[in-house]
């Protein structure tokens, strides 16, 4: 099982919201609520766009590192 807490912390640590996510990524409103509800996880292609709009590692957003640098 995928543990995306990680995403959602950034997301608010950085002050975003969904759709400003969405806006950067290309990525749906929707994708992202069903992620943050358990209903689907991201694919790679988009953990890299998320990883690349939020500025940390895909590492991190799957939750195999508690540090989102990205030279970990």
Do not use: H
């Not at 939750?63 to 989102?68: E, K, V, W």
């Amino acid at each position: 099982m995928v543990n995306l807490s990680n995403l959602f912390l950034r997301i608010s640590a950085l002050g975003m919201t969904a759709s400003q996510v969405s806006k950067a990524t290309g990525i749906s409103t929707g994708n992202i609520s069903d992620w943050k509800n358990g209903k689907s996880v991201p694919g790679g292609e988009a953990l890299v766009k998320l990883a690349d709009c939020l500025d940390c590692s895909v590492d991190y957003l799957l939750g195999r590192t508690d540090n989102p640098a990205l030279n970990c």
